[in-house]
């Protein structure tokens, strides 16, 4: 009798609920993150061919905390946007984008820009680029490749037997020396 009064105890105050705490308002609400406006520009030569140089204009909703790109609801867009009689380029899924100006690449009378997209793959971003010709921009070449430093930047373009290439790297195989084997795209 004394064994079952001690479980049937046991069971009692072993199952006792707390009450819930009274939080106030201001617990309950949703902590906003800091949301930072983050402009970027890059001088791109004259794109559109009026001898003025033009300039691609880039704002990020980033959180100031993390230092993520604040997305909507559907995906992390951004826009390229320039002043004039310029189209926007948009990029679903990019997480910040660097652009360099580049020369007529494939010989259409054509400005021509670089354009890397950093995507959610770590260092890995999109390399493309575009031509911007009758007033509407088109994808020339595209490629991906591994970033981690400024100088990874550099030397994307290069010029073989008088052709073109966008340099990249095949994500999927490594050279010999464990290096990310390179691609050739013809411009």
């Not at 980033?62 to 826009?79: L, Y």
């Not at 984008?97 to 999109?126: P, Y």
């Not at 493309?128 to 991906?144: D, L, P, R």
């Not at 073109?164 to 050739?184: P, R, T």
């Amino acid at each position: 009798m004394k064994l079952q009064f001690l479980i049937f105890l046991l069971v009692v105050f072993g199952c006792e609920t707390k009450p819930k705490k009274n939080f106030s308002k201001k617990a309950e609400e949703k902590v906003q993150p800091k949301i930072e406006i983050e402009n970027q520009k890059f001088f791109v030569g004259d794109v559109n061919n009026d001898k003025v140089n033009d300039t691609a204009f880039i704002n990020l909703k980033r959180n100031s905390e993390t230092g993520e790109i604040e997305c909507g609801e559907k995906n992390c867009a951004i826009n390229i946007e320039f002043k004039s009689n310029i189209s926007k380029i948009s990029f679903d899924q990019s997480l910040g984008v660097f652009i360099s100006k580049t020369e007529d690449l494939n010989n259409d009378q054509a400005n021509e820009i670089l354009i890397f997209s950093r995507t959610h793959e770590g260092w890995w971003n999109t390399i493309y680029v575009f031509s911007f010709k009758n007033g509407t921009w088109n994808e020339i070449a595209k490629t991906k490749a591994f970033v981690s430093e400024n100088e990874d930047f550099e030397n994307r373009i290069i010029k073989e037997n008088g052709n073109y290439y966008l340099i990249g790297e095949n994500q999927w195989e490594e050279d010999s020396n464990g290096n990310f084997k390179k691609v050739m795209i013809k411009i």
